[in-house]
Each structure stands twice: as structure tokens, then as C-alpha cells.
T-cell receptor
């Protein structure tokens, strides 16, 4: 079984300040972990993925995430927020034990203020 | 690469009618496609897994006779909502797995979604 918990349903930051979106996972197998972003009424775009290679994963648009097995976490960070980053972010876990199925977190709404 | 399209992007229909949504992988062949449903301000819920040339596998609680899935080719899967009712109104999103770029991972590429409104 696998699950993912996004610890914050809403995060608000000022433009130019760091972003931290928290995610904890649970998996019976060696997990694949993803962060997807969804802009209003749009589909999901893959930001980055962890697949048991480097624990620090760099994605698009300046985002990165660090896999910490001891903490079962995969938090998403960005050094400096931009207005265009405002969107819904989903932490997602997959794994061979899940039969290629993805399990989504409940999402974190990121708001970026001037 | 790895682009997935959906058609239509938005559909409004009367209660009792059927609606077909298409999902296409534009630049790769997808042996497996997935259909999700997303209610307002909620996460995505997997409805079914669609395998080319075989019957779809539905998640628990999803009525297979109501949500008909056909995956007739390696680039097209369709979802038909039969006898739609207002409670079927939702955002339906498909995804596809590109075996060449996904490799051993579960990376899925998502379509832009279809907003269904049943009056």
C-alpha cells in the first residue's frame, strides 16, 4: 500500500521569498515520487520526479525536492517565488508494487503575493 | 515530447444523455492510459486503467457500465459517460504512460482535462 500526505492545504508567500511545500509518503516498496503542478482549469504538469537516483532532484522552473528516507519526506522548495508559481501542487507516490498506479496527495494551494 | 491531448475541453449536456471524451497521445504510443476524476478543490481520484486491446481495470466503487472505456489503439482511449446525471459533473483528466521515457518509473503525462457539466 502507498499513501502521501501533504501537510499544508494552503501556503502563502511573498514574491521573491522562498517556497516550501511539505510532503510525507508511505510505501511498502521503493517508491517513485513526483511533484505535479496544476494551474486553474488546466491539466497537470510534471515538475520533477525521484526514481532512486540522486536524492536531491532538480525540476523545471527552479523547483527542487529532496528525498529523505529517514524522514519519509519529499518536500518541494524554490529559492525565490514568482507570481506565475501560484497554482495547486500535488505530491504523488508511485511504485512497482502499485502496478504503475499513482496515488495523489490532497494538494497544496500556493498563493504568491506582491 | 510526451504530449497528451483531450477532446472536448468542455462539454455541457442534458441529464440522461451520453458523453464521449477522447484522450490521445500525440507523439508516443501509450500501451496504458489512465482516467481520473477531480471534484472542485479536491485531488485526483483514479477511476480506471486502460490497456490497449484489453478490458479496462476499474477502481473500487467506479461503475464500469456507467463509465465505458475503450482503448482501441496505442494513441487513443475514450471515456463514455452513459446516461449522465448532474452528480457526474466533474473535471475528467486522462494520462498516459510513455514506456520509452517512463522506463521503470511510473511517470504519467497528463491531458489538459475535460470539464463536464450535466444539466
Amino acid at each position: 500500500a502507498q499513501s502521501v500526505t501533504q501537510l499544508d492545504s494552503h501556503v502563502s508567500v511573498s514574491e521573491g521569498t522562498p517556497v516550501l511545500l511539505r510532503c510525507n509518503y508511505s510505501s511498502s516498496y521503493s517508491p517513485s515520487l513526483f511533484w505535479y503542478v496544476q494551474h486553474p482549469n488546466k491539466g497537470l504538469q510534471l515538475l520533477l520526479k525521484y526514481t532512486s537516483a540522486a536524492t536531491l532532484v532538480k525540476g523545471i522552473n527552479g523547483f527542487e525536492a529532496e528525498f529523505k528516507k529517514s524522514e519519509t519526506s519529499f518536500h518541494l522548495t524554490k529559492p525565490s517565488a514568482h507570481m506565475s508559481d501560484a497554482a495547486e501542487y500535488f505530491c504523488v507516490v508511485g511504485g512497482t508494487g502499485g502496478g504503475n498506479k499513482l496515488t495523489f496527495g490532497t494538494g497544496t494551494q500556493l498563493k504568491v503575493e506582491l | 515530447g510526451a504530449v497528451v491531448s483531450q477532446h472536448p475541453s468542455r462539454v455541457i449536456c442534458k441529464s440522461g444523455t451520453s458523453v464521449k471524451i477522447e484522450c490521445r497521445s500525440l507523439d508516443f504510443q501509450a500501451t496504458t492510459m489512465f482516467w481520473y476524476r477531480q471534484f472542485p478543490k479536491q485531488s485526483l481520484m483514479l477511476m480506471a486503467t486502460s490497456n490497449e486491446g484489453s478490458k479496462a481495470t476499474y477502481e473500487q466503487g467506479v461503475e464500469k457500465d456507467k463509465f465505458l472505456i475503450n482503448h482501441a489503439s496505442l494513441t487513443l482511449s475514450t471515456l463514455t459517460v452513459t446516461s449522465a446525471h448532474p452528480e457526474d459533473s466533474s473535471f475528467y483528466i486522462c494520462s498516459a504512460r510513455d514506456p520509452w521515457t517512463s522506463g521503470s518509473t511510473d511517470t504519467q503525462y497528463f491531458g489538459p482535462g475535460t470539464r463536464l457539466t450535466v444539466l
